[in-house]
């Protein structure tokens, strides 16, 4: 909320996604003045109506508060404001393994025209390290104002986990990076006014680094666990009970092994750490590479599992990321079907949470005639339903063979 500390602000935040639109209803209703500024103008007009594109409950709440409503408005060209705070994709080229700018470009470009002496921007975007000081301040000064003196500029990762968007945004500790302390301090007052975490100032670049570290430590780690998991079958032994008991041990953790990592960031940002210090990067690139292979393992035991039968019918469960989500981004369960259709099988493809793949009736239903049931992912529903019905999928089904991944 504002304070007497914490005045009221004019802020624009560019791209209103699964990042931007969160934090532009927080700040709306800490009582900023609010412009939410998006390419997609549909974003644009649902924003304006007070219809939120992405499905958060508590967030569509926030939305149809009155003072929400009368703080927040929706456009699609920037406009002049105290502060701008970025919130634009950053994909991976997939065929070279670096950061993909154009976004970020664009976006900083597009609030050149509007930049007035003492104006702070922030950048929530996940990106290369040295992203602020040597791709943003060269576009930002071309409004003859200087970062670090008349202009400000701050990194500001964010951490949100889809699907829990309102109490993370809200208590999640906060980095603040900027290369000096004016730009620290105007960064920290602005999420000051809605984040009750703990804010820790830094440098830009080692905020940088740390959004990276944190999903490359999963990354690295996941790599890890199916690692295990490869060399335990190779000894015949069940790689669950094996790392159940090592995890046994007080300070042993290790993740679970899985058919690959979806989702749009751990996937992800690893590349851009190797992108800038590929010599120190050998740990980060061997973990992608073991990760990205897996969905062609999986593939490969589905194959097998088939072997033998002449035109397989294979229903696959789980379009999703990973399980009790509709999120399908980077997904690797959409990469094994693809795989496989890619060689000729044919695959039903069903995800009770995901637009466009659910099924009719019953997961027996989606099972009748099937060679192979193969559970990509795990969701609750699904899991309760084959546990229920077990008996009766596999009386439909031309062969009993249930494969459960993950
Ligand atoms: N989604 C998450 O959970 C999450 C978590 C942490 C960090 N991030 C990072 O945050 C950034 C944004 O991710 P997101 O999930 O919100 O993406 P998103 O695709 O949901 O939203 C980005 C929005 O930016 C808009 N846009 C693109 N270029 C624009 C421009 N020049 N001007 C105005 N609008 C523009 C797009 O139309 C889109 O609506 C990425 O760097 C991502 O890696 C995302």
Redesign the pocket.
């Given at each position: 909320m504002l304070t007497a500390m914490s005045k009221k602000q004019t802020i624009v935040v560019?791209?209103?996604?699964?990042?931007?639109?969160p934090a532009a209803l927080l700040l709306a209703r800490a009582g900023h003045e609010v412009i939410g500024?998006?390419?997609?103008e549909n974003?644009v007009r649902a924003i304006n109506e007070g219809v939120l594109h992405?499905k958060e409950e508590e967030l569509q709440a926030i939305m149809n508060e009155p003072a929400v409503r009368a703080n927040l408005r929706a456009q699609?060209t920037?406009a002049e404001a105290d502060v701008f705070l970025i919130?634009?994709?950053?994909?991976v080229d997939h065929r070279k393994k670096v950061a993909e700018m154009k976004?970020?470009r664009?976006?900083t470009?597009?609030i050149v025209p509007y930049l007035r002496p003492g104006n702070l921007i922030i950048l929530?975007?996940?990106?290369p390290p040295l992203t602020c000081r040597e791709f943003m301040t060269p576009i930002l000064e071309k409004s003859g104002l200087k970062v670090g003196e008349t202009l400000h500029l701050a990194h500001c990762?964010?951490?949100?986990?889809?699907g829990d968007?309102f109490y993370e945004i809200v208590h999640n500790d906060r980095i603040i990076g900027a290369a000096d302390r004016k730009s620290r301090e105007l960064a920290s007052a602005v999420y000051a006014t809605f984040v009750e975490g703990q804010l820790y100032q830094t440098d830009d670049v080692t905020a940088e680094l740390c959004?990276l570290m944190e999903n490359t430590y999963r990354d690295v780690n996941i790599a890890l666990a199916n690692e295990f998991a490869a060399v335990a079958e190779t000894l015949g032994i069940d790689p669950f009970e094996a790392i159940e008991l090592a995890n046994k041990h007080p300070r042993v953790k290790i993740l679970r092994p899985g058919i690959g990592v979806g989702?749009?960031?751990i996937p992800?940002?690893p590349w851009f750490i190797k992108e800038v210090d590929p010599a120190n990067s050998r740990l980060i690139f061997t973990s992608r590479l073991i990760n990205d292979e897996m969905p062609g393992k999986v593939a490969a035991k589905i194959r097998k599992a088939v072997r033998g039968i002449s035109a397989p019918k294979i229903v696959a469960i789980g379009a999703a990321y990973k399980a009790n989500t509709e999120d399908r981004r980077e997904s690797p369960a959409v990469e094994i079907v693809n795989l496989l259709r890619a060689d000729g099988y044919e695959v039903a493809h069903y995800d009770p949470l995901v637009d466009g793949y659910r099924w009719r009736g019953s997961l027996a239903d989606a099972c009748v005639g099937a060679d192979l049931l193969a559970i990509l992912i795990k969701h609750d529903v699904v899991m309760a339903e084959l546990n229920a019905t077990r008996a009766a999928i596999e009386s439909g089904m031309r062969a009993e063979r249930i494969l459960v991944f993950g």
């Open positions: 560019i791209g209103t996604g699964y990042v931007g639109l500024v998006d390419i997609n974003i992405i699609t920037p919130a634009v994709p950053t994909p976004y970020v664009e976006a470009e597009s929530e975007s996940t990106v990762p964010e951490r949100i986990l889809p968007v959004k989702g749009h960031c992800l940002d």
